[in-house]
Every structure is written in C-alpha cells, then in structure tokens.
C-alpha cells in the first residue's frame, strides 16, 4: 500500500512564502510521477503542478513564476515551493502519486490527505 505524507500547510500573509513537503512510503511503480492538486471551498479539485522521475516538469498558469515544484528521489520525496502567495491561493493542497503526468484528478493513482494553507490578505 503507497501513502503519502504531507507536511508544511499553514497560515501566511499575502506576499509570503511557504514550502510544502510530501513523502511517499510503501510500494510504487517505478518512474512514478509525484504532483500538487488543490481545492478551494466550493470549488473542484485543480491541478498545480506535476515532476516526473527524470525531473520533467509541468505547473499549472495560475501559479507559474511563484511556485516551483522538485523531487528528492533518494528520499521519495516531493516539495513545493509557493512563493509570492495570493488569497485565492488558500485551499487544501493535495500531494499525487500517478503513473503518468495528470493533470485532472481522475488520473491520480493515490493521493496524500491533505494539507491546509491558507493566505490573509
């Protein structure tokens, strides 16, 4: 069984920064692709950026130039790096595990539980 655990969510002002963590345990598939979704209050699931195992990487429009997503292969980690954050960038952030780069939730393999962030105006 994959779990993956989330570490790094929480309260920020408008302009600050946070750095989201996410470990993946148990067995995967080799090559696995590691990835963000987040969901606001009301609103659907959304895609935020997505790392392959050979470090290709895919970031949604909304949050490219502010945040940056990396990998730690030899510890099966992933982090996200939000810089420059902005209201309408609270949401609960969700760490993905999938077989190839999804971009809609439907493609996600296994999902992390969740981490709450949440920027003040």
């Known amino acids: 069984q994959v779990q993956l655990v989330e570490s790094g969510g929480g309260l920020v002002q408008a302009g600050g920064s946070l750095r989201l963590s996410c470990a993946t345990s148990g067995r995967t598939d080799s090559n696995y692709v590691m990835g963000w979704f987040r969901q606001a209050p009301g609103k659907e699931r959304a895609f935020v950026a997505a790392i392959t195992w050979s470090n290709n990487i895919l970031v949604a429009s909304s949050v490219k130039g502010r ?9 099966n980690t992933v982090y996200l790096q939000m810089n420059s954050l902005k209201p309408e960038d609270t949401a609960i952030y969700y760490c993905a595990n999938s077989r190839g780069i999804a971009t809609m939730p439907e493609g996600v393999n296994y999902w ?10």
Do not use: E, L, P
């Open 112 to 121: 992390g539980q969740g981490t709450q962030v949440t920027v003040s105006s």
């Open 67 to 75: 945040f940056t997503i990396s990998r730690d292969n030899a510890k």
